[in-house]
């Protein structure tokens, strides 16, 4: 059974960092791209990043491009988002996601529940 589960959300001030991770299970990670996406209040879900299998390439949402590194660590199963320099707009429910393939796609089929991240003074 595929799970993912996210945590390291929390409540930080603006410029404060964070660093979510995704613990996966019942697949093999080394195969397969995951993507991490954000859910604001009262606005819709969007795709922060995403890292490949093939060749570990990354992909950045211009919003977050040179503020949050996402990494993996296939044997330990994660994936990370490590985010600096916060904002209060990155203030969003964060989930992680797979659709099993082995590159980034812009639907997933495979979600966590979310962790939450308060950018607030």
């Known amino acids: 059974q595929v799970q993912l589960v996210e945590s390291g959300g929390g409540l930080v001030q603006p410029g404060g960092s964070l660093r979510l991770s995704c613990a996966t299970s019942g697949f093999t990670l080394d195969y397969y791209a995951i993507g991490w996406f954000r859910q604001a209040p009262g606005k819709e879900r969007e795709a922060v990043s995403c890292?490949?299998?093939?060749?570990?390439?990354?992909i950045y949402t211009d919003s977050v491009k040179g503020r949050f590194t996402i990494s993996r660590d296939n044997a330990k199963n994660t994936v990370y988002l490590q985010m600096n320099s916060l904002k209060p707009e990155d203030t969003a429910v964060y989930y992680c996601?797979?659709?099993?393939?082995?590159?980034?796609?812009?639907?997933?089929?495979?979600w966590g529940k979310g962790t939450l991240v308060t950018v607030s003074s």
């Open positions: 996601a797979t659709d099993l393939a082995p590159v980034c796609l812009p639907s997933m089929e495979y």
């Open positions: 890292i490949n299998y093939s060749d570990s390439s990354t």
